[in-house]
Nanobody, 122 residues
Framework: QVQVVESGGGLVQAGGSLRLSCVVLDRTLEDYAMGWFRQAPWKEREFVAAISWSGGNTYYADSVKGRFSISRANAKNTVHLQMYDLKPVDTAVYYC???????????????WGQGTQVTVSS
């Protein structure tokens, strides 16, 4: 079983920044396309951002374009989600996901982390 572990969540004021990190344990990160999703209370989980195996292609939800940036450091087995200009509507549990094949292009990932809470106060 592949373990995906997120970190970096917390409480921040509106307009602030946070950087989330995700590691895939005991695996070679470059074998996986990676994505970030989030789920706010009483809402369905939604796509936030994704990055291809080499990092050459990135994708973002319209709601975070220009404010969030996904990146990866395969040598460090780590993926980051840098979040700027955070808003209260960004409050959610953020999940990291890994995909070994190409189903991530359709929003389907093989492995999921447990999530990290991000709370943005107004």
């Amino acid at each position: 079983q592949v373990q995906v572990v997120e970190s970096g969540g917390g409480l921040v004021q509106a307009g602030g920044s946070l950087r989330l990190s995700c590691v895939v344990l005991d695996r070679t990160l470059e074998d996986y396309a990676m994505g970030w999703f989030r789920q706010a209370p009483w809402k369905e989980r939604e796509f936030v951002a994704a990055i291809s195996w080499s990092g050459g292609n990135t994708y973002y939800a319209d709601s975070v374009k220009g404010r969030f940036s996904i990146s990866r450091a395969n040598a460090k087995n780590t993926v980051h989600l840098q979040m700027y200009d955070l808003k209260p509507v960004d409050t959610a549990v953020y999940y990291c996901a890994a995909d070994y094949d190409s189903s991530w292009l359709e929003g389907v990932y093989d492995y999921w982390g447990q999530g990290t809470q991000v709370t943005v106060s107004s």
